[in-house]
């Protein structure tokens, strides 16, 4: 037993742990959780905790379906919503097969083989998330959502909802050890950011998950709803996850050069490159939902065109120059992906198309100076701004060709995600909504 592990054990019982709740997420992001009393702790260390994967989202099938969940000790903390008295601890699990092999199928482990590979040329990868999301009033069956306030970005609101929420939720994060950078009002009624602290790739993913947990338990709390879908209202921005992106060779930023235009090194201009040749490619995973796509093609920031800009909010990545004498710092901003996406897939997928045009010396196109948005088709098309996917299927079709993602993603994680997101689709195609009654009901 290692150290790591000797700590656990002695923290549950100094702190009178009552339940270990062991996390993993299946192949779509939804967090699972199995609950073990402290007596099972040295047997999971050692073994592992089996369980049906053929029950979970593309985990397994059913004729190969007992798994093991074995918990991480580095991610050991203690669940502050609990209560001190006999409370609950939490730890994010590797899954892995009977004969003691990682689980090929799972994203924890996806994003850890796609870590190794960036570790074999030299790089650490580290991610720092702009979470968004909504803040509504209790859920009405039937009733459109209500958002909590009208303020909009950066708006200061004397005893405000918001306030008082992100006051209580970070000081909840900050106490699971995740630190929080920057938390404000966003444009859209109810919608509020926090942003977390740097952290390398699987820390920032496995925060992630914790976040959104910790700030659904704060809602509930306070009698409240949060939500991270993409697109809940119509009328009012979506949620994005834009986060910034850089490697480090051992404590060098590889991606700086003081020399160099915007401070860009050679690598950071062809891990640009590569995130704008496979963006279409990796937009089906980074954007998984069918409500992702009316997030990405309505406006309000939203990036729809593959095209990168120092520091132009209308592109798909953006070069950040808020400090521009600090080398550590110089990063890219990929801001596509949404709050909801899985974050194992999501930066596995950037990271990979990142390495590639590092591996294959893809050259950077020139920047977009104007606002992408305001240019006509003509314009974009001449300049060679491609679009991305408008739907989910259009993004399923683009992906399936895709040797990058199936590669990264590995066959398993690949097919199922493949299988769902048509499955998807097709449900949705079915659908006939409010606004086709209201607009042809009545006259045809």
Same mark, same amino acid.
């Given at each position: ?9 002695? &923290?549950?019982?100094? +702190? ?45 099938? /059913? ?14 903390? /203690? ?10 601890? +939490?730890? $994010? ?18 994003? @850890? ?51 008082? $929420? +992100? ?14 950078? $920057? ?28 976040? #959104?947990?910790?700030?659904?338990? /704060? ?17 009012a921005p979506g949620s994005g996850m834009h986060s910034h992106l850089s490697l480090f060779e051992g404590d060098r930023n590889a ?39 009316? #997030? ?16 132009? #909010? ?16 110089? #990063? ?27 591996? @294959? ?14 240019? &006509? ?18 993004? /399923? ?23 769902? @997101? ?16 209201? +607009? ?5």
């Open positions: 037993m290692d150290k790591q592990q000797e700590y656990v054990l002695r &923290s549950v019982e100094e +702190r009178d742990i009552r339940f270990i709740r062991l996390w993993f997420t299946d192949v779509l992001g939804i967090l699972k959780s199995v609950a073990i009393a402290p007596a099972e702790l040295e047997n999971a260390f050692s073994e592992g905790i089996g369980f049906d994967g053929s029950a979970v989202e593309g985990l397994t099938r /059913v004729y190969e379906s007992d798994m093991l969940a074995k918990p991480d000790p580095t991610t050991y903390q /203690v669940l502050p919503w609990r209560g001190e008295r006999q409370g609950a601890a +939490r730890m $994010f699990c590797d899954i892995g097969l009977p004969d003691g092999e990682p689980a090929l199928s799972d994203p924890r482990q996806v994003l @850890k083989r796609t870590l190794g590979k960036a570790s074999e040329q030299g790089f650490s990868f580290y991610i720092h998330p702009e979470i968004e999301f909504y803040l509504f009033k209790p859920l009405e069956e039937g009733q459109p959502p209500k958002p909590v306030d009208q303020a909009g970005y950066f708006d200061n609101v004397p005893r405000g909802t918001a306030h008082e $929420f +992100r006051r209580t939720a970070i000081t909840t994060l900050e106490e699971m050890g995740i630190s929080v950078e $920057f938390s404000h009002h966003e444009a859209g009624p109810g919608q509020n950011e926090i942003d977390l602290r740097y952290a390398d790739a699987l820390t920032a993913a496995d925060n992630i998950m914790t976040f #959104r947990t910790a700030i659904k338990e /704060v809602a509930l709390e306070q009698g409240l709803y949060a939500s991270f879908m993409p697109k809940p209202l119509s009328y991606f700086h050069d003081p020399a160099a235009e915007l401070g860009l090194s050679t690598v950071a201009r062809q891990f640009m490159a590569g995130l704008l040749k496979h963006a279409v490619e990796i937009t089906a995973v980074t954007n998984q939902y069918v409500n992702s796509y009316k #997030r990405l093609w309505g406006g309000a920031e939203a990036p729809s065109y593959v095209c990168w800009g120092s520091n132009n #909010r209308s592109a798909l990545v953006r070069v950040p120059i808020h400090k521009p004498s600090k080398g550590p710092s110089t #990063r890219v901003e990929y801001r596509a992906v949404d709050s909801a996406a899985n974050p194992y897939l999501a930066f596995s997928v950037m990271l990979a198309a990142g390495l590639k045009g590092i591996e @294959k010396g893809y050259d950077l196109p020139d920047g977009a100076e104007d606002d992408v948005w305001e240019l &006509s088709n003509a314009e974009r098309k001449t300049m060679g701004y491609e679009p991305l996917p408008s739907s989910l299927a259009e993004a /399923v079709a683009i992906m399936e060709k895709s040797e990058l993602v199936a590669e990264t993603l590995g066959e398993n994680v690949f097919d199922f995600f493949l299988r769902n @997101k048509r499955e998807e689709w097709t449900g949705y195609r079915a659908q006939v909504t409010p606004f086709e009654l209201e +607009r042809h009901l009545g006259v045809l």
